[in-house]
């Protein structure tokens, strides 16, 4: 069955550090363009990066770049964020998926940003 785990959320402050992952369990992983996704409270779910199969072009939104970096190991079948310098509207509930053609979504990683 195809799915996405992600992980590594939780309780950060302003100005720290967090590293999210997401294994997946997906035919030809290496070969899909995959992105970060996040779903603030009463909002809705917006892409926040993506990144080539090879690794090599990534792409952001305009509200982290700078600040995130999306990453991918193909051998391990996992994908990343690193949170850097987070801010309290990062707030939400990140998820990994692939935006070329969604499949179905994993429990996500909660991630809070406060002091």
């Known amino acids: 069955q195809v799915q996405f785990v992600e992980s590594g959320g939780g309780l950060v402050q302003p100005g720290g550090s967090l590293r999210l992952s997401c294994a997946a369990s997906i035919f030809s992983f290496s070969t899909y363009y995959m992105g970060w996704y996040r779903q603030a409270p009463g909002k809705e779910r917006e892409l926040v990066a993506t990144?080539?199969?090879?690794?090599?072009?990534?792409d952001y939104a305009h509200s982290v770049k700078g600040r995130f970096t999306i990453s991918r190991d193909n051998a391990k079948n996992t994908v990343y964020l690193q949170l850097n310098s987070p801010e309290p509207e990062d707030t939400a509930i990140y998820y990994c998926n692939r935006p070329a053609h969604l499949i179905p979504w994993g429990q996500g990683t909660q991630v809070t940003v406060s002091s």
């Open positions: 990144i080539d199969s090879s690794g090599a072009v990534t």
